[in-house]
């Protein structure tokens, strides 16, 4: 007696199991993939796409706060080279000459 497509059913049904052994299997290496189930180290897939992607992010606008503080630190070397005035007031504030609120008077001695 044949079955489906003139095959003998018993067979049709062990190819059955076969195809649906097949598509279990590869059904859970998707899902392995995915990282929805977490392997060993945190797994790889998607979820760890999605982490690393988020702490590409954060990096990067660490990146752009240090270059700013970088420009800034520049601008202040450049002006130290080149004003007096800027080197006068970097040492009061630094070596704690002056304070801000302080009044300087200057008396000249008689010779």
Known sequence: MTGFHGR?????????????????????????????IPFGSGGAGFRQWFLLNA???DRKAEIIKIESRISEQQRLIQTLQTKDFAQEQEVRRTLGYVQDTEIIFEFQGRE
Do not use: Y
């Open 55 to 57: 702490m590409l992010d």
């Open 8 to 36: 003998n059913p018993a067979t049709f049904s062990d190819r059955s199991k076969f195809h649906k052994f097949w598509i279990v299997f590869f059904a859970g290496w998707i899902v392995i993939l995915s990282g929805l």
